[in-house]
């Protein structure tokens, strides 16, 4: 059974820094590109971050670029999001995903459960 769990998420002020993680178990999870949404309170969920098999390729919303680092340890089956200065608007929830292609939002078909991100100002 395909599993992504999260964790590392938390509160946080404004400007500091979490780094999010997501643990993989149930299948050969280095074979797939794996990726990072969120979504907002109120809000539908958005493409955050995306990782393809190897960690050679990556790409980020532009909200976030700059901000956030996107790694995977496949020895692990671990991917991670790494976020340095953090704002208000960066509160969601945040899922990690994992699919066919990194860089194609509708590639990913599997999902955890989510961890929550909070941004105080």
């Known amino acids: 059974q395909v599993q992504l769990v999260e964790s590392g998420g938390g509160l946080v002020q404004a400007g500091g820094s979490l780094r999010l993680s997501c643990a993989s178990s149930?299948?050969?999870?280095?074979?797939?590109?794996a990726g990072w949404f969120r979504q907002p309170p109120g809000k539908e969920r958005e493409f955050v971050a995306g990782?393809?098999?190897?960690?050679?390729?990556?790409n980020y919303a532009n909200s976030v670029k700059g901000r956030f680092t996107i790694t995977r340890d496949n020895a692990n089956n671990t991917v991670y999001l790494q976020m340095y200065a953090l704002k208000p608007e960066d509160t969601a929830d945040y899922f990690c995903?994992?699919?066919?292609?990194?860089?194609?939002?509708?590639?990913?078909?599997?999902w955890g459960q989510g961890t929550q991100v909070t941004v105080s100002s």
């Open positions: 995903a994992a699919g066919s292609m990194y860089n194609r939002q509708n590639a990913y078909t599997y």
């Open positions: 149930g299948w050969d999870f280095s074979s797939y590109a």
């Open positions: 990782i393809n098999w190897s960690g050679r390729d990556t």
